[in-house]
């Protein structure tokens, strides 16, 4: 069993920067792939990054490529998402999640969720 909380989200202007975190607590966090998946109201849930359990692999959604970086640090059990220059199109409830095992790209794929944290850009 792997619990995640995200954390990090607010409100910033366009332009700007915010840092999510997400913290597990469970076994063997290193073993698990983490990705990050937003959902922006009336649209369905979409990837944004995907990281594998050693740190050296990522995955980028188009829309976030140059913008956005994850990465993680297993000896404190958590993932982050650096996001820079960001959009009022970046605005969505953001939500960590983990699944053991090498690298996984479709929501229903992974079956540890966070609780989702709000990220709004102004315009």
């Known amino acids: 069993q792997v619990q995640l909380v995200e954390s990090g989200g607010g409100l910033v202007q366009a332009g700007g920067s915010l840092r999510l975190s997400c913290a597990a607590s469970g076994r063997a966090f290193s073993a698990c792939a983490m990705g990050w998946f937003r959902q922006a109201p009336g649209l369905e849930r979409e990837i944004v990054a995907v990281?594998?359990?050693?740190?050296?692999?990522?995955y980028y959604a188009d829309s976030v490529k140059g913008r956005f970086s994850i990465s993680r640090d297993n000896a404190k059990n958590t993932a982050y998402l650096q996001m820079n220059s960001l959009k009022p199109e970046d605005t969505a409830v953001y939500y960590c999640?983990?699944?053991?095992?090498?690298?996984?790209?479709?929501?229903?794929?992974?079956?540890?969720w966070g609780q989702g944290t709000q990220v709004t850009v102004s315009s």
């Open positions: 990281i594998n359990g050693n740190g050296d692999n990522t």
């Open positions: 999640a983990a699944k053991y095992g090498r690298w996984y790209l479709r929501d229903y794929e992974y079956n540890y």
